[in-house]
Structures are given as C-alpha cells and as structure tokens.
C-alpha cells in the first residue's frame, strides 16, 4: 500500500525568500503524484502533478517540483514566495497499476511573513 | 460542466445520534467518489472510495459507513456518533484514471458534542 510523508509540519519564510516543502512516498508499484493546495477558508485545487516523462514539473502560480525516483520524494519548490502563498500544502499518491486510491500527506502549512 | 454538491455545511450532533452527510455530482456519469476526513495535523485521511453503484471499499475502520445508492451519489452515514467522529469530512470524484486530479466538494464541518 502506498504512503505518503510530508516531513514539515509548517514552514515559516520571509516574502521574497525561496520556499521547499519536502515529501516522500513509499510505493510497492509506479505512481503517480500531486501537490494540492488549500487556501485559507478555500477548497483544495490542484497545484501540479507527475505523471511521466520530464521529472520537472510545473504548475500554479510559480510552483514547481521535482520527482526523484531514487529518493521516492517529491519535494516543492518555489523560487520567491509572496504572501498570498500562505496557505496549507498536501502531497498526493496514485498508484497507476489502475488502481483507484489518492492517499494524502499529512500537509505543510506555509506561512509568508512580510 | 461538472460541478460537486455537499451538504450540509456545518452540523452539530449529539454524541450517539445518527449521522447522514450527502454527496452529488453533477456533468459526468460513472465517478470514482471519495470521502475524506480532515483533521489539523493529520491531513486527509481516506474513509472510503467506490468506483460503481453499490461498491464501496473501506480503507479505516471506524463507526462510519458509506453507500452508493446512484451513480452519482455519494452518502456517508454513522448509526451512533463518538466524540472521535468530529471533523471536516470532503466528498471529492474523479475519472476512472488514478492521473487525474480530485474534484472536491465545499466540505462539512461535523462537531459531535
């Protein structure tokens, strides 16, 4: 079965400054993988995903991530964060062997200080 | 287009009262449909899932159960609520391909007092 490990909690950056948010995952077959946001007082939305191909992904608003097979992460990253990146970020896992669970992280809440 | 409807959106129970929370999606036919439980610290955990009518797959054990009496609709029911059941429950679908991203519905707020 797969997992997923979001090792911070919550991450607090200045404006401006880059931002990673790490994510592992442990899977016995290939996967697919998501980063969801959800901002305050907001529903879930998708940021990016990996699926195959190019191990650099890009999404949403700046953000970008990078799947390492190795190191079964996926970690997140944005070069200079703004305020309005606040907001709470949840790693996701599909199996793609057809099957039909998206397990989630535990999430990382962001926290952009002026 | 395809839309998601969940309701209510905030529901306070006593302890040991049933529960029944529902889930519609509109724009699409034969969803995979979730339902998730939120909670600070824990992110969403994954209750149940089904991919057809009357399928219902079971990830946690827990006083909660799940049905699927139509296509699209997504019911998640409890006959007698603990304290523990308090949380932010999430109906989301998808397509049938696990690359594609979850739709989520607005969420229930549950506090079982």
Do not use: M
């Given at each position: 079965?797969?997992s997923?490990?979001q090792?911070?909690s919550?991450?607090?950056?200045?404006?401006?400054?880059?931002?990673?948010?790490?994510?592992?995952?442990s899977?016995?077959v290939?996967?697919?993988?998501?980063?969801?946001?959800?901002?305050?007082?907001?529903?879930?939305?998708?940021?990016l995903?990996?699926?195959?191909?190019?191990?650099?992904?890009?999404?949403?608003?700046?953000?970008?991530?990078?799947?390492?097979?190795?190191?079964?992460?996926?970690?997140?990253?944005?070069?200079?964060?703004?305020?309005?990146?606040?907001?709470e970020?949840?790693?996701?896992?599909?199996?793609?062997?057809?099957?039909?669970?998206t397990?989630?992280?535990a999430?990382?809440?962001?926290?952009?200080?002026? | 287009?395809?839309?998601?409807?969940?309701?209510?959106?905030?529901?306070?129970?006593?302890?040991?009262?049933?529960?029944?929370?529902?889930?519609?999606?509109?724009?699409?036919?034969?969803?995979?449909?979730?339902?998730?439980?939120?909670?600070?610290?824990?992110?969403l955990?994954?209750?149940?899932?089904s991919?057809?009518?009357?399928?219902?797959?079971?990830?946690?054990?827990?006083?909660?159960?799940?049905?699927?009496?139509?296509d699209?609709?997504f019911?998640?029911?409890s006959?007698?609520?603990?304290?523990?059941?308090?949380g932010?429950?999430?109906?989301?679908?998808r397509t049938?391909?696990?690359?594609?991203?979850?739709?989520?519905g607005?969420?229930?707020?549950?506090?079982v007092?």
């Amino acid at each position: 079965a797969q997992s997923v490990t979001q090792l911070d909690s919550q991450v607090p950056v200045f404006e401006e400054a880059p931002v990673e948010l790490r994510c592992n995952y442990s899977s016995s077959v290939s996967v697919y993988l998501f980063w969801y946001v959800q901002y305050p007082n907001q529903g879930l939305q998708l940021l990016l995903k990996y699926l195959s191909g190019s191990t650099l992904v890009k999404g949403i608003n700046g953000f970008e991530a990078e799947f390492n097979k190795s190191q079964t992460s996926f970690h997140l990253r944005k070069p200079s964060v703004h305020i309005s990146d606040t907001a709470e970020y949840f790693c996701a896992v599909s199996e793609n062997t057809g099957g039909f669970k998206t397990i989630f992280g535990a999430g990382t809440r962001l926290f952009v200080k002026a | 287009s395809q839309t998601i409807h969940q309701w209510p959106a905030t529901l306070v129970q006593p302890v040991g009262s049933p529960l029944s929370l529902e889930c519609t999606v509109e724009g699409t036919s034969n969803p995979n449909l979730y339902w998730y439980r939120q909670a600070a610290g824990r992110g969403l955990q994954l209750l149940f899932y089904s991919v057809g009518i009357g399928q219902i797959s079971s990830e946690v054990p827990q006083n909660l159960s799940a049905s699927r009496p139509q296509d699209r609709q997504f019911i998640l029911s409890s006959k007698k609520l603990l304290l523990s059941d308090s949380g932010f429950y999430l109906c989301a679908w998808r397509t049938g391909s696990p690359g594609e991203k979850l739709f989520f519905g607005s969420g229930t707020q549950l506090s079982v007092l």
